[in-house]
């Protein structure tokens, strides 16, 4: 069932999406209207930025889920972030703007498998990376995020197993850092693992006072390389308050958006994908498949929305909120 169709079978009457500046006064107005709240993942279009009421990352907008009294939630980012939202929050309704935009990395874990490997460990405590789907949440302990898991697998008695999905290059990077032995499961951002060190390297000697800053998601001699690592809001206040006046930013391009309104004065280039794209640099594509136009469908006709049973929505819960507590 397309959106149009979705639409009609709940009641509402299909109509012609807005055009240009009349597009963005629509959006605004409905928003209004409806008592709506706009989040945005730093990864998604900067037009898309401009318009939402809160920007961060994973962890600040899960804070911003569960803290907002708007009665409409619009989640620009993937589905693992409505989702996220849905469990926080369940009084709430959730949409997003593309239910088809997914993460590689979330699709990374089959449920069945990930039960296998708990089963193989039956002591061992499971911190999952937040983007994962509802149903990992559920089989988890503890939710992380790439803000904080230093310090959620350093809040755990140093005499526990630890399973720890589904980004294996954050799962070593946060082994490092601990110096915990973790159970990796092997997945990964597919956005973050094609960053191009061929291409790396030859950015680095055309800008040698460049400072590379990476993500943990990238891979492992990426991170050796680098000059910083941190999550997108560390990578942020890194570049405002860095004396270094050029960036080389290993990832995901939408966070360059923000840099720019930060310090305009300063030279930031995104890192390189082996892929053959219009911007030459690393882009999600289920990013980029949120809209101006789908937001407008969005709040529009208030789908395509969230839903969670609560044998899973319960379970999700108490793991995120694991985190939160830690997290405050």
């Given at each position: 069932m ?45 037009e ?24 409409l ?35 990374s ?14 002591e ?69 693992i ?35 690592v941190?999550?997108?809001?560390a ?20 966070i360059?958006?923000?840099m ?7 030279h ?7 892929e ?12 980029k ?25 319960i ?12 997290s405050v």
């Amino acid at each position: 069932m397309n959106l149009t169709e979705e639409a009609a079978a709940v009641g509402y009457i299909a109509r012609s999406t807005p055009k240009g500046a009349e597009l963005i006064t629509e959006i605004l107005r409905l928003k209004k209207e409806k008592n709506a709240v706009i989040l945005a993942h730093y990864y998604v279009d900067g037009e898309i930025q401009e318009l939402a009421d809160y920007v961060g990352d994973s962890l600040g907008l899960s804070q911003a889920a569960e803290n907002t009294e708007a009665d409409l939630i619009v989640f620009c980012g993937v589905h693992f972030m409505g989702e996220t939202a849905k469990i926080l929050n369940p009084s709430k309704k959730v949409v997003v703007p593309d239910f088809n935009a997914g993460c590689s990395l979330a699709d990374s874990v089959p449920v069945e498998e990930f039960a296998a490997l708990k089963a193989a460990h039956p002591e061992a405590i499971v911190v999952s990376y937040i983007n994962c789907s509802a149903e990992i949440k559920a089989m988890t302990d503890i939710i992380c995020t790439s803000s904080n898991a230093v310090q959620i697998v350093e809040s755990i008695p140093a005499d526990r197993e630890i399973i720890f999905a589904p980004d294996a290059n954050l799962g070593r990077y946060v082994a490092h850092k601990t110096g915990r032995e973790l159970i990796l499961w092997e997945g990964a951002c597919m956005v973050h693992i094609d960053i191009s060190l061929e291409k790396l390297a030859v950015l680095k000697s055309e800008y040698p006072e460049a400072l590379l800053i990476a993500h943990p998601e990238c891979k492992e001699m990426i991170l050796k390389e680098a000059d910083y690592v941190g999550s997108t809001t560390a990578l942020l206040k890194f570049v405002e308050t860095s004396p270094s006046s050029t960036f080389i930013v290993a990832t995901e391009a939408g966070i360059l958006h923000k840099m720019k309104h930060a310090v305009p004065h300063k030279h930031l280039i995104p890192a390189p994908s082996n892929e053959q794209n219009t911007c030459a640099c690393s882009e999600c594509p289920y990013m980029k498949m949120n809209t101006l136009e789908k937001l407008y469908n969005a709040l529009y006709y208030e789908l395509p929305e969230i839903h969670l049973e609560e044998s899973i929505r319960i379970p999700a819960y108490k793991a995120l909120k694991a985190m939160l507590k830690i997290s405050v």
